[in-house]
């Protein structure tokens, strides 16, 4: 009874997270304010969820662990993802202009220069 | 005997996470599964040395467990502060910018994990490194003082890597 109630807890707080997580691709107005949505529905939310899994598993079956490798591989994935999305947010030029890096160039999905291909070999 | 061992266990961290992943996958501890686990987590890393020619030193497995318990608590509470901000907040009202964050760690580990754990953090999101690598480019959702922000990543975050690390 008791597990019950946890197991409904995790499960409701794992679907209000998702659920803010859908709201914001919604109602967020930039390109790089979308981003951060998903990174909320990925974490909080399914970590919630399978949470609730794993109770459920441990209490009413002889219990299960693999539930740890969806949230690893999820968190491994998750921020490249990201991290691609942004990139192309940056080509796209429909964010507000980034801040030059102090001591470097430029930043690196930028970077054309002749360190990137190598200079031409001239043979005499 | 240690020639034996290298030879058997180029690459311990992974011959131990190939195992771990492969319990894990059946979802059983039974005894038929362990040894294949073993099998696996030996056979593996030989047949694939080839192609990691550049080791990644060990990390302190101690730290990276704190790390890992804080990097988790922050997701819980940033996670509720960015759901009051999206719920709550009109798009005009957020202060949404860039963040530069200067680097000092070097290896490409432990930058990685950074950007990672930047952009598992709720508000922030890692967008671009530097061309040598040396600033991180980060975007946060709702921020009043961008070099805050960057102080705070860096002592609550690199500080702690760089200790994991280097």
Same mark, same amino acid.
């Given at each position: 009874? !008791?597990?019950? !109630?946890?197991?409904?807890?995790?499960?409701? /707080?794992?679907? !209000?997270?998702?659920?803010?997580?859908? /709201?914001?691709?919604?109602?967020?107005?930039?390109?790089?304010?979308?981003?951060?949505?998903?990174?909320? &529905?990925?974490?909080?939310?399914?970590?919630?969820?399978?949470?609730?899994?794993? /109770?459920?598993?441990?209490?009413?079956?002889?219990?299960?662990?693999?539930?740890?490798?969806?949230? &690893?591989?999820?968190?491994?994935?998750?921020? !490249?993802? &990201?991290?691609? /999305?942004?990139?192309?947010?940056?080509?796209?030029?429909?964010?507000?202009?980034?801040?030059?890096?102090?001591?470097?160039?430029?930043?690196?999905?930028?970077?054309?220069?002749?360190?990137?291909?190598?200079?031409?070999?001239?043979?005499? | 005997?240690?020639?034996?061992?290298?030879?058997?266990?180029? *690459?311990?961290?992974?011959?131990?996470?190939?195992?771990?992943?492969?319990?894990?996958?059946?979802?059983?501890?039974?005894?038929?599964?362990?040894?294949?686990?073993?099998?696996?987590?030996?056979?593996?890393?030989?047949?694939?040395? =080839?192609?990691?020619?550049?080791?990644?030193?060990? =990390?302190?497995?101690?730290?990276?467990?704190?790390?890992?318990?804080?990097?988790?608590?922050?997701?819980? +509470?940033?996670?509720?502060?960015?759901?009051?901000?999206?719920?709550?907040?009109?798009?005009?009202?957020?202060?949404?910018?860039?963040?530069?964050?200067?680097?000092? #760690?070097?290896?490409?580990?432990?930058?990685? +994990?950074?950007?990672?754990?930047?952009?598992?953090? =709720?508000?922030?999101?890692?967008?671009? #490194?530097?061309?040598?690598?040396?600033?991180?480019?980060? *975007?946060?959702?709702?921020?009043?003082? =961008?070099?805050?922000?960057?102080?705070?990543?860096? *002592?609550?975050?690199?500080?702690?890597?760089?200790?994991?690390?280097?």
């Amino acid at each position: 009874m !008791i597990w019950d !109630i946890v197991i409904s807890v995790c499960l409701v /707080i794992g679907a !209000i997270f998702t659920f803010v997580g859908s /709201i914001g691709l919604l109602k967020l107005d930039t390109p790089m304010k979308r981003v951060h949505a998903p990174t909320k &529905a990925s974490t909080l939310g399914v970590g919630s969820l399978l949470l609730a899994s794993m /109770i459920h598993a441990f209490v009413y079956e002889g219990g299960s662990l693999h539930e740890l490798l969806i949230m &690893a591989f999820l968190f491994v994935t998750a921020p !490249i993802s &990201a991290n691609f /999305i942004s990139k192309v947010n940056l080509h796209r030029e429909d964010v507000d202009p980034t801040p030059p890096p102090p001591g470097d160039r430029t930043w690196s999905t930028f970077d054309t220069g002749p360190a990137d291909v190598g200079e031409p070999h001239h043979i005499d | 005997m240690s020639r034996l061992f290298r030879f058997l266990l180029p *690459h311990p961290m992974l011959s131990f996470l190939t195992a771990v992943v492969w319990c894990l996958l059946i979802n059983s501890l039974s005894l038929g599964t362990v040894v294949l686990a073993a099998f696996l987590g030996i056979v593996v890393p030989i047949l694939t040395s =080839p192609y990691w020619p550049n080791r990644p030193a060990a =990390p302190k497995v101690g730290k990276l467990i704190v790390y890992v318990a804080l990097v988790l608590w922050d997701i819980l +509470i940033a996670n509720i502060g960015v759901a009051y901000i999206v719920l709550f907040r009109s798009n005009q009202k957020m202060r949404s910018r860039w963040v530069v964050v200067p680097l000092e #760690l070097k290896s490409p580990e432990a930058i990685t +994990i950074l950007a990672g754990t930047i952009t598992l953090t =709720p508000g922030t999101v890692s967008a671009d #490194l530097s061309d040598k690598g040396r600033y991180l480019l980060v *975007h946060a959702l709702d921020t009043a003082d =961008p070099e805050e922000e960057a102080k705070e990543i860096k *002592h609550r975050y690199e500080r702690r890597l760089k200790e994991i690390f280097e």
